[in-house]
């Protein structure tokens, strides 16, 4: 569980702000992804990485950006925080088992609990 | 497009009863299944995965390909099974790596 830590782990903010979320990961996975759970709807993927500077959009992508300079960092950005965003989010990581049918097994952080005011 | 549903947003069972938590998916292709679990202010943490066939803490789940599902059973609960589980599906094998989507949830209650 170490080994995924995510930083603020509280956040309260104001409607407009811009707003950074961290993950860090010590494990060298490849794969990053940030996840919002909401009563409802479970967990839906925002964004991912698959590498370096390689960033994809998920399901709920608007108002969100990300991005990743090192293998161990993945900023999940509110760019303008709207009350629709007050949520806790998860990051997660992910490797591939390198065999022919992959795990796809994903590891999860502790979660942040953000409320934009 | 890959859909996953859980019907039952709360269940609510005894100590030492049978339980079933259901999980229904919609996938073209073959998927690779799990349930994850989130007991109270804890981060998720995976429970079972399809592809392994495991028994984790007395629970147990089959692939139904015929009826797209995969239900999570246990014979007999325990006041410490009360939690969140999540059902969920990975479907892509592209490149970028595999995304899962969630259900939305079935939070378990094992009442003394």
């Known amino acids: 569980d170490a080994g995924i830590t995510q930083s603020p782990r509280h956040k309260v903010t104001e409607t407009g702000t811009p707003v950074t979320l961290r993950c860090h990961q010590t494990e060298n996975h490849r794969y990053m992804y940030w996840y919002r759970q909401d009563p409802g709807h479970g967990l839906r993927l925002i964004h991912y990485?698959?590498?370096?500077?390689?960033?994809d959009k998920g399901e709920v992508s608007d108002g969100y950006s990300v991005s990743r300079s090192k293998t161990e960092d993945f900023l999940l950005t509110l760019e303008s925080a709207t009350s629709s965003q007050t949520s806790v989010y998860f990051c997660?990581?992910?490797?591939?088992?390198?065999?022919?049918?992959?795990?796809?097994?994903?590891?999860f952080g502790p979660g942040t609990r953000l409320t934009v005011l | 497009a890959q859909r996953v549903t859980q019907p039952e947003k709360l269940l609510s069972v005894f100590k030492g009863a049978p339980v079933e938590l259901k999980c229904n998916y919609s996938?073209?292709?073959?998927?690779?299944l799990f349930w994850y679990v989130q007991y109270s202010r804890q981060r998720l943490q995976l429970l079972l995965r399809h592809i392994s066939r495991e028994s984790i803490k007395g629970f147990t789940a089959d692939l139904n390909k015929g009826e797209t599902s995969f239900h999570l059973k246990k014979p007999f609960a325990q006041e410490e099974d009360s939690a969140m589980y999540y059902c969920a599906l990975s479907g892509i094998k592209e490149t970028s790596g595999s995304r899962l989507t969630f259900g939305e949830g079935t939070q378990l209650t094992v009442n003394p």
């Open positions: 990485s698959y590498g370096v500077k390689d960033t």
């Open positions: 997660a990581t992910g490797t591939t088992s390198g065999r022919t049918v992959s795990y796809n097994e994903q590891f």
């Open positions: 996938y073209s292709g073959s998927p690779e």
